[in-house]
């Protein structure tokens, strides 16, 4: 009987599961494999079930030094989006976002998908300036923008504060009807179900602690779990890329900090779609369960640990309530954090290393959950064929060295960290 079918959950509701299987193997690492992608979050597992998919690959390994979902895939705040300025970065995003639209249907597994909007305020006519150039670069490429007015603004979130005497004053919005949000863990789930139904090897309590040269070329990684030889081998560890690379001899232009993130209790529908504020560094939404969920600034000081500062939760937290008011009322259920890679343009690296056989994959700043989709896609590319997909070809690491940095105010790190 299938475990996902109708009468499986029937049954499982009174065993208690006890006939449901692993969703994925748990196998032992082979002494070899054509491609080894060092992390299991959402973007290694992308890749993996990509370069099986769309390049007919299947001596894959993923290799984990946890668990699935234990990594930033599981720490984020779920928000899907394509709304940039630069061309580069819309076009990336873009592509993401439409294979967003299909994924639970690619990966038969329901990834709650929820196409709700995403809302970025303006708060002054700067701001208003700013959005609009950045809407008429969308919409110059078939991306859906909207400049939104104070009134509409309204009707759409009746609970903002958009009274003229506000502590931030609301004088309209850049509206992506098309962006919203997903569930963190289900696509970590579904795309590890996925790649390992078509032969890749998902390794959990692995951790690569060394590279294995032949001369400059990197032919392998040393590992919890032993030596293991690979013909490509690709970096894609979210906040840790530069340890990892680091093991290898290479000094990434990327700063590993916290980023926080808060749920509240549950409650009644009261935000419709995602709530952004670029001039705040501010966002709130609402989860399938009914917590709202708000982040806002990194800690802004290096760090590898998953647990943040007091003062920078609450100030996500008074910008919010300032936001929206009645969010005063709830109750905090719960915090997390994540390390992120903070890139000094705020924008991703995904490519070749200067060392034959190893590629990167890092540098994701506030983006990295939304991109799990199109990452994955351009990624596998890469590793299949050894030179970059289009969309990720602007994206290189010598761009700082050659002076062609992809750096969009309000998306990347804060001024004093450029």
């Known amino acids: 009987m299938n475990r996902y079918s109708a009468f499986g959950l029937i049954r499982g509701a009174f065993d208690g599961q006890k006939h449901w299987q692993p969703a994925w193997r748990d196998p032992e690492p082979r002494a070899s494999y054509d491609i080894i992608v ?8 992308a890749t993996a079930y990509y ?6 690959l299947r ?31 819309h ?26 909007g995403s809302l970025i305020l303006g708060h002054s006519d700067a701001d208003m300036a700013i959005l609009a150039q950045r809407g008429d670069a969308m919409a110059c490429d078939g991306i859906d923008a909207e400049l939104l007015s104070r009134d509409k603004v309204a009707k759409l979130e009746p609970l903002l504060d ?26 970590a789930w579904g795309y590890a179900r996925a790649a390992d139904a078509l032969g890749v090897d998902i ?41 990892v690379a680091g093991m290898a001899g290479l000094r990434l232009p990327i700063e590993s900090q916290t980023l926080q993130a808060l749920v509240t209790e549950g409650v009644k529908p009261m935000i419709n779609g995602v709530i952004q504020s670029n001039s705040l560094h501010c966002y709130i939404s609402q989860s399938d369960k009914g917590g709202i969920v708000m982040g806002g600034d990194p800690d802004n000081w290096p760090s590898y640990a998953r647990r943040g500062q007091p003062t920078i939760i609450e100030g996500a937290i008074a910008n919010a309530i300032a936001l929206v008011p009645a969010l005063s009322r709830l109750r905090m259920l719960r915090t997390w954090s994540g390390v992120t890679d903070m890139s000094f343009d705020g924008s ?13 994959n890092a540098g994701w700043c506030y983006g990295g959950f939304k991109a799990t989709p199109a990452s994955g896609w351009t990624y596998a590319h890469t590793l299949a064929t050894g030179k970059p997909h289009p969309l990720n070809a602007p ?24």
């Open 162 to 187: 958009m009274s003229r005497s506000a502590r931030f004053p609301i004088d309209g919005a850049l509206m992506q009807w098309r962006g919203g949000t997903a569930r963190h863990d289900a696509v």
């Open 203 to 243: 390794i959990q309590k692995c951790e690569v602690t060394g590279f294995v040269r032949d001369g400059d070329a990197v032919v392998g990684v040393e590992t919890t779990r032993g030596r293991i030889d690979a013909g490509r081998i690709g970096i894609c560890v979210a906040g840790h890329s530069g340890h």
């Open 348 to 360: 991703p690296i995904i490519g070749t290393t200067p060392l034959p056989n190893l590629f990167l």
């Open 51 to 56: 370069l099986a998919k769309v390049h007919g």
């Open 395 to 418: 994206f290189t690491l010598d761009r700082f060295e050659r002076g062609a940095t992809i750096d969009e105010p309000g998306v990347g790190p804060l001024p004093n960290h450029r």
């Open 38 to 45: 060092i992390g299991g979050g959402g973007h290694g597992l």
């Open 91 to 116: 076009d990336f995003f873009e592509f993401g976002l439409k294979l967003w639209e299909h994924l639970s249907d690619e990966l038969n597994y329901n990834v709650m998908f929820s196409p709700r």
């Open 59 to 89: 001596n894959i390994a993923v290799l984990e030094k946890s668990w699935i979902g234990g990594g930033n895939v599981g720490r984020n705040t779920t928000l899907v989006r394509s709304n940039y300025r630069l061309k580069p970065l």
